[in-house]
């Protein structure tokens, strides 16, 4: 793993929506589900189970459940649905949210692309409810929810990073 400073993953992540043909390592995957089972939850209630998926064909029907923003997932070397027990936890959203993140970061460091896909609120082409079409695509009851997944793979080309120069310092305010 490259040592950075944490200012310098944040700038390097990247939402990576084009993958090569390569696989991600064993290694890699291990990490970045680490992380995602290491971010914080509301009352330590750990709602969040990690569900890996490596199957083309499974990759391909993930990758039609929404309208846009999701075809990539069939070139996705693996993907990672966030799948939270609502009945456990009432910020299964926030901890899926997190989890995600945390990912993401990790993903970034070991030089992983990655990307969020929303699946929580979206629809598909034919209107419907996106987090029900995963839930038949994966088989599980519906109190399990589907906030996002992840798409991983090896990156195809590079992408810029962030600048310090992209921070919105308009944003910040001070409460006088
Ligand atoms: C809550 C959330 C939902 C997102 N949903 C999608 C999505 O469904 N499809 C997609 O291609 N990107 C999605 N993204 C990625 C954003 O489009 C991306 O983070 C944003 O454009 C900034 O680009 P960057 O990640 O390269 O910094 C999502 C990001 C977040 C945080």
Redesign the pocket.
């Known amino acids: 793993m490259i040592t950075m400073e944490f200012i310098d993953l944040l700038l390097k992540?990247?939402?990576v929506?084009e993958f090569a043909d390569d696989n991600i390592t064993k290694f890699q995957l291990n990490k970045i589900l680490e992380a995602g089972l290491l971010a914080p939850t509301s009352r330590n209630l750990k709602p969040c189970n990690l569900l890996v998926v490596s199957n083309k064909d499974t990759l391909k029907q993930l990758a039609d459940v929404?309208k846009s923003?999701?075809k990539?997932l069939a070139d996705a070397d693996k993907a990672v649905i966030v799948v939270a027990d609502s009945l456990k936890s009432d910020t299964w959203i926030e901890d899926s949210?997190i989890s995600l993140a945390y990912m993401q970061l990790m993903a970034t460091s070991l030089d992983v692309g990655s990307?969020?896909?929303?699946i929580h609120l979206?629809k598909s082409k034919n209107d419907e409810d996106c987090e029900k079409l995963v839930r038949d695509i994966i088989k599980i009851d519906d109190f399990y929810r589907i906030v996002?997944i992840l798409a991983l793979g090896i990156p195809k080309k590079d992408?810029e990073p962030?600048t310090i120069d992209d921070i919105d310092k308009d944003k910040i305010h001070f409460l006088v």
């Open positions: 992540r990247r939402s929506r929404k923003g999701s990539f949210s990307c969020w896909v929303q979206r996002g992408i962030h």
